[in-house]
């Protein structure tokens, strides 16, 4: 049982907020680019949008430190009672984007909202972790080069692929299900050897796919490795969703685990 929006926001040492005022706005577009360093062409958000989303029933809500701007998400109605939450970026390493997180389920259910569904990169461990292990959502379908080239400090010089991940928020809270139990135990068809991905003949109800274990150092040490991870991810992953697998976990060790209709 997850802890209540109120009580992960008095951890993390904040107050969230829905947001209404255009100097607030402004504050979102600020923490986003300290975050993100985008090139001014490729912001997260314009600041336009977020005044429609705004004022449209969207879900544009703040958490503050006092009051600093400490973590920020942006979120627009989209089709079967769901918010699309477009993105969220919050400070690292005190709860922040976990007690958004619970402040946007809380959102949606108070407005009889069925599901959050957001994108995040495959290759990103800690997001992977996070979305599927504490959160309980889950992937639904793999995209790939989504938003195209993205000139941002954490993201350039990389194809944009990314997971849909789907969030029902219309059940009591429920553990993240365990992978079928099988007559084996699961196999990997992709490893992270030494930092590198390396492919395995793997059969069974349950196949892993490894990660790299930061991506985003990768990309400024080893860009060459990096694209080969992208690669790989793409097939192996991406392979085993557009055939009906269905991503079901994520272990310690890093690795998705997908159970193979």
């Excluded at 907020?17 to 912001?43: K, T």
């Excluded at 392979?239 to 310690?252: C, N």
């Amino acid at each position: 049982m997850t802890i209540s929006a109120a009580e992960a926001a008095a951890r993390a040492g904040v107050v969230i907020r829905e947001l209404s005022e255009i100097d607030e706005f402004r504050q979102v577009n600020r923490l986003f680019d300290d975050i993100w360093h985008p090139d001014p062409r490729n912001v997260p958000v314009p600041l336009e949008l977020m005044i429609g989303f705004a004022h449209g029933g969207g879900y544009v809500a703040g958490a503050y430190d006092g009051g600093t701007l400490v973590g920020a998400s942006v979120g627009f109605l989209a089709a079967d009672r769901t918010l699309h939450s477009h993105v969220t970026g919050a400070a690292a390493g005190r709860g922040v984007g976990y007690a958004l997180k619970l402040h946007q389920r809380d959102w949606c259910r108070e407005r009889g909202l069925r599901r959050i569904t957001w994108t995040f990169d495959p290759l990103v461990r800690r997001n992977a972790r996070f979305n599927l292990v504490k959160l309980g959502a889950r992937p639904e379908e793999y995209l790939e080069d989504f938003y195209g080239t993205m000139a941002d400090a954490i993201n350039e010089g990389d194809a944009s692929d990314r997971l849909l991940a789907v969030w029902q928020v219309d059940e009591d809270d429920r553990p993240a299900a365990d992978a079928p139990a099988g007559d084996r135990p699961p196999r990997a068809l992709l490893a992270c050897e030494d930092g590198r991905p390396v492919f395995h003949l793997a059969g069974g109800e349950v196949v892993l796919v490894g990660t790299p274990p930061d991506i985003e150092e990768l990309r400024r040490t080893d860009p060459g490795t990096a694209a080969e991870w992208r690669a790989a991810v793409r097939t192996a992953l991406g392979g085993l969703m557009g055939a009906g697998g269905e991503v079901v976990g994520f272990t310690d060790r890093g690795e998705y685990e997908v159970w193979v209709h």
